[in-house]
């Protein structure tokens, strides 16, 4: 390791360094497009890592929702009447295909995505 | 944490790495072979040692014995290694006496090899750190007398390369072991070169041994042979750290111990016949400078220094010697964290083992092991003569049992071949088992009474805190619980008035938003009754008696209100703070008010809600009493049980705008288990469960809240809180060790209150 390399290391915080290898993880995939590019209302494929997972069993109906994050935005996949988790995990990787919304805070909403879950590029 | 204290951490420590950065760190066996073996090979530098004063008692005549003594030394160790080259193959997640024993003879001895184990490697550190102590020493005599002060200070270097994480260390440790490998080869090769023509004599040979003994017997071989089994120690570090290595983990292992055996024989067989060719004599530190009036050189040094005349290449071997020695350490500081993560996920020992800090190691585990080998270096003054003597008991132990567990492993499994496995670790069990005996009996005057005795001790804690934990399990898993009346008139408010002031607006303005059946304020000075009444004529305020501010007084004043509600109804104690600092210390600056919120949380039926407030935050010319219109309320949960749903019954008796259960993965299995229980038992809350991927729920739990906005003003966020109380206090440092440290980060976040909801675990 060399003295620059050392003090550029230092003067980054660890969120960017994260960023930059969620970045480098999803370029690895094929046919993705980043979650900062994406345009509402249009289909796409895209991927990223579980960030947050949000279960709410109100009104009857079972809603599970999963924020991914990529290095350049975030998106929400809202799966509607599922009763179990069934391997959605934090810090998976999540690749998922369908036609984002504009949410109700501006996030992007993808409802009920084809997906794939995938080992995230820090959960082995 | 502040900037700067942050700058300081990283440069001690390094950067914070995410947790998916834990795989990259497993090791290639030409790094893994230092890491794992520097205690291993550098119990050759004082092995020999051992067995020459025990011998030296009996006379010069008995010294010649150190050879045969070495050589069953050399066979036992190789027989341990042999038998945990079949260990590491049949537990590639890492089997360690612990695991073995426990799987395979139960939970008894399973605790057994725990509690000796935890003790050896407290042992590990001390011994090796005083031994390179004294590698140092020998070559510079003039530092005897900082010899303690100097064995501190490489604990505590140790101690920080481990928080740093093994792999940067990993690097770093393999110059002293491959010096140290590379400098005994020289040693041995060139002393036997030398005695061809002639040996050349260590400055010891003509020194004066008064036997102490009469006659060489039984006993005192029995005994040599246990000093120098030494040898031995350190050999089991590779099967606890198989998940370590690259893949194909078990084969690089069991590769990696051969070798490791290889090499520790080998050394210790060449320093002993060397000694033995050089007359090396060995006396107790305190006699020889009785004797000679100097500080007495290592055996290894003596020979290193009759072997090379002093000059270079005798300081390279003390340097080298010193560094394996003390970087030896580094093994027990992997292993002594990893197995009390381990003894904490099985519930044996306090949860907090179980976390791993910011740089993915196991933190409070290497704080606690390096505070106790301090003790006991300081204790024992660093005379590693006296630490020996408490080592090899628990080492031998393990081996025992553990090699025992492998015959039942085996007995089970019935794989190919098992029959030719069982026998190898059969022998090797029956052979340990014998020296187990062999050196208790010789050393258990000498101060191996002090393990023998801490050993139960350590057992029957293992044990009471399990039986804790599972009575806590059993009696938050019960459904019999009532739920209690969650409409907010069944919240009653009570606000203690410290003083008039913006906080104590804050907390009017929040009983207000909340809509409580009734609130009341207790103050101690009868001069607060006229502001009070401008500030808030609506809330009576009862002005304690007796004048002075009194916990007691304001306590009964609690009680008394608590026992006139029903059992369904939430008393709300909020306490109203100014910080004047961003400092910790503030904690401390108000006593009173502390005692007050610790001994109300043990009081049955009450909440207890803090309102801070930094002094500079205040804007004086906005009302500080004005009515928040958004509540937020976020419960931190981490399992669904009675204190949760609790705790969730009492968020939604403040009537917040939004209300969540928020959870931060740490462990993906617990997190996954929370989740699929929400669905299933259909709570009627959203739950949220975010990553932290830097392991820092405060961190984590503040960047969540920012989200919010939140300014104290218009929109305050409500943590609350779900704590358990248990009915013996010196239970409670097993419980709510997160909601301890969320609080003492929310403290000065900007309009931010957190709120105790104790639940009060009976235990029957």
Known sequence: ?124 | MSNAQAAFKRLVLGRPMSSGELEHTLLPKIIALPIFSSDALSSVAYATQEILLVLGLVGISALAHVAPIALAVGSLLSIVVISYRQTVRAYPSGGGAYIVAHENLGVFPGLLAASSLLIDYVLTVSVSVVAGVDAIVSASPGLHRFDVEIALLFVAFVAIANLRGVRESGTFFAIPTYGFILSMYVLIGTGFVRCLGGCPVAESAHLPLKPEVSALSLFILLKAFAAGTTALTGVEAISNGVPAFRYPQSKNAATTLAVLGTISISMFLGISWLSHLMHVRYLDEAKYLALTGHAERSVIAQIAFGVFHGGPIFYFIQIMTAGILILAANTAFADFPRLASILARDRFMPRQFMNRGDRLVFSNGIIILATLASLLIAVFQANLNHLIQLYLVGVFISFTLSQSGMVVHWKRTRERGWQRSAIINGFGAVMTAVVLTVVVITKFAGGAWIVVCAIPVLITLMRSINKHYDSVRNELAHPERRPLDRRPGNQHVIIVVPDVDAAVSRAIGYARSVRAADVVAIAADPAYSAPWHRLAPEIPLTVAPGGHPDITQVREFIHQKRAELSENDFLTVMVPEILESQHLIEVFRHPRTYRLKSGLIRDRGIQVLDIPLLRRQIDPKVDQAHEPARNYAFVLVSGVHNATLQALEYAETLRPVDLRAVSFGLDPEATQRLGDDWLRDRIPHPLEIEDSPFRDIGLSLVQYLRQFRPDGLDRVVTVVLPEFVVTKRRHQILHNQTALLVKRRLLFEPGIVTVSVPYHLSQS
Do not use: C, F
């Open chain 1, 1 to 124: 390791m060399s003295v620059s390399n050392v003090i550029e290391k230092l003067g980054r915080s660890p969120e960017d360094i994260r960023a930059e290898n969620l970045r480098g993880w999803v370029a690895s995939i094929d046919h993705v497009t980043t979650l900062a590019t994406v345009i509402p209302r249009k289909r796409t494929r895209v991927a990223g890592v579980i960030q947050n997972i949000r279960i709410d069993p109100r009104n009857g109906r079972d809603a599970i929702e999963a924020t991914i994050i990529d290095g350049t935005d975030k998106m929400v996949a809202k799966w509607l009447g599922r009763s179990s988790l069934s391997g959605i995990q934090l810090g998976m990787g999540l690749i998922m295909e369908g036609v984002p919304g504009a949410g109700p805070d501006g996030t992007l909403v993808m409802l009920n995505p084809e997906y794939v879950l995938v080992p995230g590029p820090e959960h082995g």
